[in-house]
C-alpha cells in the first residue's frame, strides 16, 4: 500500500518553502483538496475520488473551451472542459 506523506512530500512539499507550521498546514491543507478534487486515480478509471465526472472521455469540439484549475500557485494543475 502506498503513503500517503510520500506523496504530500514529492508533489507538494518538494517544490515549497516553509516558513511556520501555519504555513505548512496551508500546503498540506490544499494538497489535500487537490487529492480530493482533481487528481485522477487510476482505481477510479482516472477520476478523482471525489464529484460527479463525465463518462465520456471524447476530445473537446471546436469552441469548447479547456480551463485550468491551480492550487498553491500554479504548483499543482488540473485542466477540464468549462461548465456551459
Known amino acids: 500500500m502506498a503513503c500517503p506523506f510520500y506523496w504530500i512530500r514529492g508533489e507538494c512539499l ?3 518553502v516553509v516558513f511556520e507550521l501555519g504555513h505548512f498546514d496551508h500546503l498540506v491543507s490544499c ?14 478509471e482516472n477520476k478523482p ?4 465526472w463525465p463518462e465520456v472521455d471524447d476530445p473537446p469540439n471546436e469552441g469548447e473551451k479547456i480551463v ?5 500557485g500554479g504548483v499543482l494543475k488540473h485542466y477540464e472542459r468549462e461548465a456551459a
Open 68 to 72: 485550468c484549475r491551480q492550487w498553491l
Open 14 to 16: 518538494n517544490r515549497s
Open 31 to 44: 494538497y489535500c483538496d487537490y487529492y480530493h478534487q482533481a487528481r485522477p486515480h487510476q482505481r477510479k
Open 49 to 52: 475520488l471525489l464529484g460527479v
